[in-house]
C-alpha cells in the first residue's frame, strides 16, 4: 500500500480509538485530578496510568531508578523506539476548594493521561497493521521539582530511544521548537553561635546575619548577570526567637540561565556569594544541590512533523456553551523557535525534560488550550480548569496530535535521520556534553574550585522532605 494511503488510514484509525475511549480516558484524568499528589508519592496517580497501560497489553516496569513511583511501558520490538513522556504529579497549595491541599495547578493530570491515550492509540493501529517498531512511554515523578527525569536519565531510563514526544496543558494551541532554563535548586545551611541577644550579643555569632548578607549580595550581584538569567529564593529558617542569637538560619534559592557553560558560572557565583557572608560574619556554610535541570535541546526536524499534525487534528472541539462563557483559543499559533546556529529562542522557566532533550531528538513542547487564554499555570484558576470539560477537550486534541505524529515518524525513516542530524549539530554548536547533575553537597577549597559529593537517591528523598 502507498504510505501516504496507509499513513492517512491509521491515522483515522487512532483518532477513532481515541474517540471511543474518550470516557475511559476522561474518567482516569478526573481521578488523577481528584488525587493529587506530591513529587515523589504519586502511588495512585502511576498506578492507574501503568494499570491501563498493561490492560492494552503494555510490559510495564514499576519502580525504575529506585523511584517507586516511576515506571516505563513498553509495547512492540525492534526500531524505531519512539517516547511518550507522562507526568502526574500536583503543586502544594492549589487545591481548587482553597484548603491548601495539593492540586493540579499545572494540569499533569491531563499530562500524564494525554500521553497514556497516546500510546495505546499508536499500538492498535501499529498491531492491527503488523507494522514493526516500540513504543514507550514513560512515567516521570516528580516534574514539578525538575529532578524525576534527572535521575531517571542518570540510571539510563533514556538511554536506547530514537525519538521522543512531549506536551503540556496550557491555554494556546501551538507547537514551537523553543528552549528552556537550566534550573539549579539549592540549599544554604548558615552556623553560627548562640547567645543572649540583649544581654551578651557579642558573645554570638548571627546565623541569620549572614544569611541575610548572603541575601544582599545577590541583589547586588543582579545588576551584573545576563538578562533572562533568574535568581530566586526564600528563608526557610531564620531563629528561635528575636532575643537569641540565632545559631542557624537556612536560604532555600533557585538559580536559572539557558546557557549551560553561563549556568555553571551563574550557580558558583551565588555560591561565592555565600562563602563572602560567614567570612564577615564568622560563621559557616554548608551548601547541597538538590540536583540541576538542562535547557531543552529544540528539534525543529520532529517539532515540524507535530506542527503538521496539530494543524490536522485542529483546536479542541470545546462546547458552544463554552465558548461563548469562556475566552478559548480556537487558533493555532505561529510555528516559530530558536534556529541553528541562531540566538536563543524559549521560555525562562524550567523542565527536567531538558535532560531527556539532550540524551535523544525531543520535539518542542505541544501545548493545547486548557483553560481560558491568559490562565496562569501553577495557580487556583488552572487547577479548577484541569478538571473541567474545557481541559479535557484540550487533553484528548493532545493525545490525538502525539498519536499522529508517532505514526508519521514509524512510517517515514527520514524523519529521525534528519531528527539526528540536528540534534548533533546543535550539541556541537553549543559545545557541552550531557551529564546528570544530581543531588549532591557542593564544596569549596580556598581557591574556589568546587567538588559534588553525588548523594545516594534514598538519602536525598529524605533531605527533600525535611
Known amino acids: 500500500m502507498e504510505e501516504t494511503r496507509l499513513k492517512e488510514i491509521l491515522k483515522q484509525e487512532a483518532i477513532a480509538f481515541i474517540d471511543s475511549n474518550k470516557e475511559k480516558f476522561v474518567e482516569i484524568a478526573q481521578y488523577i485530578w481528584e488525587h493529587p499528589e506530591l513529587a515523589f508519592e504519586e502511588f495512585k496517580s502511576s498506578k492507574i496510568l501503568a494499570d491501563t497501560l498493561e490492560e492494552f497489553d503494555f510490559e510495564v516496569k514499576r519502580g525504575v531508578a529506585d523511584l517507586p513511583t516511576a515506571f516505563v511501558a513498553t509495547w512492540g520490538s525492534g526500531k524505531p523506539v519512539l517516547g511518550l513522556l507522562a507526568e502526574y504529579d500536583a503543586l502544594p497549595g492549589l487545591a481548587p476548594d482553597g484548603s491548601g491541599n495539593p492540586g493540579h495547578g499545572c494540569g499533569h493530570n491531563l499530562l500524564g493521561t494525554a500521553s497514556v491515550a497516546a500510546g495505546i492509540a499508536v499500538r492498535e493501529v501499529l498491531e492491527k497493521h503488523n507494522i514493526t517498531g516500540t513504543v514507550k512511554v514513560f512515567g516521570c515523578p516528580a516534574e514539578e521539582v525538575v529532578l524525576g527525569k534527572i535521575i531517571m536519565a542518570a540510571k539510563g531510563v533514556f538511554n536506547g530511544l530514537d525519538g521522543v514526544i512531549q506536551w503540556h496543558p496550557y491555554w494556546e494551541n501551538a507547537i514551537r521548537y523553543d528552549s528552556s532554563t537550566a534550573a539549579e535548586l539549592k540549599v544554604y545551611r548558615f552556623y553560627g553561635k548562640s547567645a543572649h541577644a540583649g544581654g551578651t550579643p557579642w558573645e554570638g555569632k548571627s546565623a541569620l546575619d549572614a544569611a541575610i548578607l548572603f541575601l544582599n549580595s545577590i541583589e547586588f550581584l543582579r545588576e551584573h548577570i545576563w538578562e533572562k538569567d533568574r535568581i530566586h529564593y526564600i528563608i526557610t529558617k531564620g531563629g528561635d526567637a528575636p532575643n537569641i542569637v540565632p545559631d542557624f538560619a537556612e536560604v532555600v534559592l533557585g538559580v536559572r540561565s539557558y546557557d549551560m557553560k553561563h549556568f555553571v558560572e551563574l550557580s558558583r557565583k551565588v ?196
Request: glycine fraction near 8%; charge should be negative.
Open 271 to 466: 555560591d561565592e556569594c555565600a562563602i563572602a557572608a560567614t567570612i564577615g560574619t564568622g560563621t559557616k556554610v554548608e551548601i547541597f544541590s538538590k540536583g540541576a535541570c538542562y535547557p531543552i535541546l529544540p528539534n525543529k526536524v520532529l517539532s515540524s512533523v507535530v506542527y503538521e499534525n496539530l494543524q490536522l487534528v485542529g483546536p479542541p472541539k470545546f462546547p458552544k456553551d463554552a465558548l461563548k462563557t469562556e475566552k478559548l483559543h480556537t487558533g493555532i499559533g505561529k510555528f516559530e523557535g530558536w534556529e541553528l546556529g541562531g540566538e536563543w529562542r524559549g521560555m525562562t522557566a524550567s523542565t527536567d525534560v531538558g535532560d531527556v532533550s539532550w540524551i535523544v531528538p525531543t520535539s518542542g513542547q505541544l501545548t493545547t488550550a486548557c483553560a481560558p487564554m491568559g490562565t496562569p499555570t501553577h495557580s487556583l484558576e488552572f487547577t479548577k480548569y484541569s478538571g473541567s470539560s474545557i481541559g479535557y477537550e484540550g487533553m484528548i486534541t493532545a493525545a490525538k496530535v502525539m498519536a499522529l505524529s508517532l505514526i508519521d515518524i514509524f512510517l517515514t525513516p527520514a524523519i529521525l535521520e534528519k531528527a539526528w542530524e540536528e540534534f548533533k549539530a546543535r550539541k556541537q554548536s553549543l559545545g557541552w556534553e550531557y551529564k546528570p547533575f544530581l543531588p549532591s553537597k557542593v564544596e569549596y577549597k580556598l581557591e574556589v574550585s568546587t567538588k559534588r559529593e553525588e548523594f545516594e537517591i534514598e538519602e536525598y528523598l529524605k533531605t527533600f522532605k525535611e
